[in-house]
């Protein structure tokens, strides 16, 4: 009985914690749609991994949080988030020289062997890389598919019903 009892406060935790997790992602979804602006929660933003050009250190598909900074904060050796060249792409790479105070920077992929051809502007700067969750962009990306959404909702469900229903058979057998 007592192994049951901690089965269901766990279950009952690793299910409180995801739901908080997916409200999160759905708030900043949300956010982002009505908006029209990019993804951002107190001043963090959420990026998927999508080249190798920053391996091993940021794997592709890995999900990193960039907290947004100000030029003037970023040193040598961070790791950044930046508009490219066409303020629709989002690079990061890592600083290898600050320039004239944080007004510009090189930067360069730890992939690459040599630093990127232009110098970085400050104001394209989004921010400083925090934090990274290895390969979870894959399965964010999965789970914004129809068929994710599906299985996630059924997922859900089934987490709710199913206790309820065992407990049920649980009552019914201990009644005989």
């Not at 269901?8 to 997916?22: A, D, E, K, R």
């Not at 940021?58 to 947004?68: D, Q, R, T």
């Not at 921010?127 to 068929?147: A, D, H, N």
Request: net charge positive; hydrophobic share 40%.
């Amino acid at each position: 009985m007592k192994n049951h009892k901690a089965y269901s406060i766990i279950s009952n935790i690793i299910f409180t914690l995801f739901m908080l997790l997916m409200v999160i992602l759905i708030f900043i979804t949300a956010q982002s749609k009505l908006t029209g602006k990019e993804p951002t929660i107190l001043g963090y933003r959420l990026y998927v991994v999508e080249s190798g050009s920053m391996t091993p250190t940021l794997p592709i598909s890995s999900m990193i949080i960039v907290k947004e900074k100000q030029a003037q904060e970023i040193n040598k050796g961070d790791i950044i988030t930046y508009y490219g060249n066409d303020n629709n792409t989002r690079v990061t790479h890592r600083v290898v020289e600050v320039q004239n105070n944080g007004t510009a920077f090189i930067t360069q992929g730890d992939a690459n062997k040599t630093s990127d051809p232009n110098p970085l502007e400050g104001k394209k700067l989004i921010g400083k890389v925090v934090f990274m969750v290895p390969y979870i962009g894959s399965i964010l990306r999965f789970l914004s598919t129809p068929l994710g959404i599906i299985l996630l909702l059924t997922g859900s469900i089934l987490w709710m019903v199913i206790p309820k229903f065992l407990k049920k058979e649980e009552r019914s057998t201990n009644l005989q």
